[in-house]
Every structure is written in structure tokens, then in C-alpha cells.
């Protein structure tokens, strides 16, 4: 994964998320609560995650694979 910040890939050590995957996580959070706890659509997510940070579909791709669990 190539990002502007090599801070943004090391996990923190309270809980082992990096930057990226708290913004991912934080956006997701927040767009349920808006959508009435419905399922967020990928699209969507991604489309307000990059207003945020800057991450390709791919990394993004991969970012939600690792946070799923299967990756």
C-alpha cells in the first residue's frame, strides 16, 4: 500500500488499527447511524472515505478485507 504518511501503516498500540482503518471504521460508523443501521453500500463508503484521506480502491479493497477478517 503506497500512502503519502508511513504513519498512516503502523497499527496503534492500544488496539492494533492503523490510521487508515480507524478513518474506515469511524466513516462506516457514522454513515450506518445515518442510513438508520442499514447495511452501507461499498460504494458509499468509499466514496466518503477518500473525502477524508487518500486511498486507492485497491488499498481500500484491501483494508476492508483485513478488517473482515479475510485477508
Known sequence: MR???VCDEL???RDGLTRVE???LSVLHDTQRELGGRA???AMLYGRVVEQI???VA???TV???LI???
Request: a positive charge; hydrophobic letters at 35%; zero cysteines.
Open 3 to 5: 500512502r503519502a504518511n
Open 11 to 13: 497499527p496503534d498500540v
Open 22 to 24: 480507524r478513518v474506515v
Open 40 to 42: 452501507v453500500p461499498t
Open 54 to 56: 487518500s486511498i486507492s
Open 59 to 61: 488499498d481500500f479493497q
Open 64 to 66: 476492508l478485507r483485513h
Open 69 to 71: 477478517g479475510r485477508g
